[in-house]
């Protein structure tokens, strides 16, 4: 099972810009996708961002299309969400997380579950004040 850590979280004033990492150990890394969740205080844990490393599939909730792109750096076992644009609502827990069977062709407009994914990491906060 891939273990994940993440990084890159703090506080930004709106319009501002910040990169998480996410870096991977063990498992096969190219054969996962890898997801962004954040979880706002009292909300439900959302996707994000995906990305299936095999093939380069992406995903972005409609929030964030146009201000948020994630990338993959199979050789370093790494995966980025680069987040420009920040806004007060995106203030939350982000945590990256690996699904060892990503859906053939990628995920289309239908937003990837929690429940697919079984390794996560600890979470980082981003704070976007206004």
């Known amino acids: 099972e891939v273990q994940l850590v993440e990084s890159g979280g703090g506080l930004v004033q709106a319009g501002g810009s910040l990169r998480l990492s996410c870096v991977a150990s063990?498992?096969?890394?190219?054969?996962?996708?890898i997801g962004w969740f954040r979880q706002a205080p009292g909300k439900e844990r959302e996707g994000v961002s995906c990305?299936?490393?095999?093939?380069?599939?992406?995903y972005y909730a409609d929030s964030v299309k146009g201000r948020f792109t994630i990338s993959s750096d199979n050789a370093e076992k790494t995966v980025y969400l680069q987040m420009n644009s920040l806004k007060p609502e995106d203030t939350a827990i982000y945590y990256c997380?690996?699904?060892?069977?990503?859906?053939?062709?990628?995920?289309?407009?239908?937003?990837?579950?929690?429940?697919?994914?079984?390794?996560w990491g600890q979470g980082t906060q981003v704070t976007v004040s206004s």
């Open positions: 063990g498992g096969t890394f190219d054969d996962y996708a």
């Open positions: 997380a690996a699904d060892p069977f990503p859906p053939l062709g990628g995920w289309g407009t239908i937003s990837p579950s929690p429940a697919e994914f079984n390794s």
């Open positions: 990305i299936i490393n095999s093939d380069g599939n992406t």
